[in-house]
């Protein structure tokens, strides 16, 4: 297929939006075969099916690199309490938050925890999402793990979608457990990942490193298995205090760390030392009614990539749109439009260790959004509105 007549952002070398005027995108299966200016298009490129895209905007396909679509029921009513003055650690320590998700993804059905999920990847799908890491964490235990597991593959069985995991056994210490989280890292989430993997189900590792959840060491121990299998490893880090965790990440070479909001300039180094994405979440920040800024001036200084994230979850971020964490990256912790855009497409795939999509180049992947704008700048920008046309997703609309 041979897209014509657009204005094509291509992203190509990361420090522009790569415009192209009147250009053409030839297409062959899969892939990107031949980018640039229509009246360039090579003579053997031409002639076979051809769509005219009437000069609208063609970006890379949206990626949403961190969620936490599956799970059981809602947190409503912590939202309220939140707004009458709880902090999110106090609801978590009155056996809240995390935990309180973790009772009702253990009770759901998997067929059950499908259909929710799908409402939500449905959501950003219709936003031009085609890849999202979707992870587990809300059942802490063997048996609720491998079945959220299981279903976020069972996801690109049913939707036009790809799917990447991650086991994030280590995202809270379950009530069974309580006080002895050395205990549950050793007798649960060990023996989980060992067989989550067995399984084919784990693409990733993950963990949740902070005073309410894990400290460095105990992580540690879970990235000591992953290496084992050959997993990379990503974090949750310095989203509410610092304890280390981004060090920690950086220091095994993770994919990514993710929040950061006290994260200092040594950690930014020390990412940008290892290849670590700065991976932010700005509907926590705004959800959580946060105040402290991540560092993202340390983060350009030292150029650690940035990749925006929805952080889909029924708790800190219930965001289901991939547009309005753009908006609210660059409206609450001042992004440019242009970080932004690399923040869901080039530098996503990177968080997820992905290096053949989230720019419009020959030989990547034929992902790509068609909008009814006229510049990228336009998709950060608007609030609540969703100028997509089309989404061609593995070389077809």
Not at 260 to 265: M, N, Q, S, V
Request: hydrophobic share 45%.
């Amino acid at each position: 297929m041979l897209l014509t007549n657009a204005t094509i952002s291509t992203l190509e070398h990361g420090t522009g939006f790569g415009l192209i005027d009147n250009g053409a995108i030839a297409l062959q299966g899969d892939r990107i075969v031949w980018v640039g200016p229509e009246q360039a298009v090579p003579a053997h490129l031409r002639g076979g099916r051809t769509r005219d895209l009437g000069g609208r905007l063609v970006t890379p396909a949206l990626i949403d690199c961190h969620t936490h679509v599956v799970f059981g029921g809602n947190r409503a009513a912590e939202f309220e309490q939140r707004l009458n003055g709880a902090s999110y650690e106090e609801i978590a320590r009155a056996g809240g938050g995390i935990v309180s998700t973790v009772t009702a993804t253990r009770d759901a059905e998997a067929r059950d925890l499908l259909a929710d999920a799908l409402t939500r990847v449905d959501a950003l799908i219709g936003e031009g999402v085609t890849l999202i890491e979707v992870k587990s964490g809300y059942g802490l235990d063997r048996e609720t793990e491998l079945k959220m597991l299981r279903v976020a593959r069972e996801i690109a069985a049913k939707r036009p979608v790809q799917v990447r995991t991650s086991f994030l056994g280590a995202h809270a210490v379950p009530p069974e457990y309580s006080g002895r989280p050395d205990a549950y890292i050793d007798e649960v989430c060990i023996p989980t990942l060992r067989a989550a993997f067995a399984e084919g189900l784990v693409d990733a590792v993950d963990g949740f490193c902070e005073g309410i959840a894990f400290d460095t060491e105990q992580i540690a121990r879970m990235y000591e298995v992953a290496g084992q299998f050959g997993l990379p490893v990503k974090l949750h880090a310095e989203q509410l205090s610092n304890i280390g965790g981004t060090r920690l990440a950086a220091g095994r070479g993770a994919l990514s760390a993710d929040h950061l909001e006290y994260a200092t300039d040594n950690d930014a180094r020390a990412m940008a030392a290892a290849g670590t994405v700065a991976v932010l979440l700005p509907g926590a920040f705004y959800t959580l009614r946060e105040t402290q800024l991540p560092p993202v001036q340390a983060l350009r200084d030292h150029r650690v990539p940035m990749a925006v994230a929805t952080d889909c979850n029924p708790g800190s971020s219930p965001l289901a749109s991939i547009l309005l964490a753009m908006n609210m990256a660059c409206t609450l912790f001042r992004l440019t439009p242009l970080e932004a855009l690399l923040g869901v497409t080039a530098h996503a795939a990177r968080a997820l260790g992905l290096s053949d999509r989230g720019r419009i180049v020959a030989g990547a992947r034929a992902d790509l959004c068609i909008w009814d704008a006229a510049h990228p700048a336009e998709l950060a920008y608007r609030i609540g509105f969703n100028p997509l046309h089309a989404r061609i997703f593995n070389g077809e609309a």
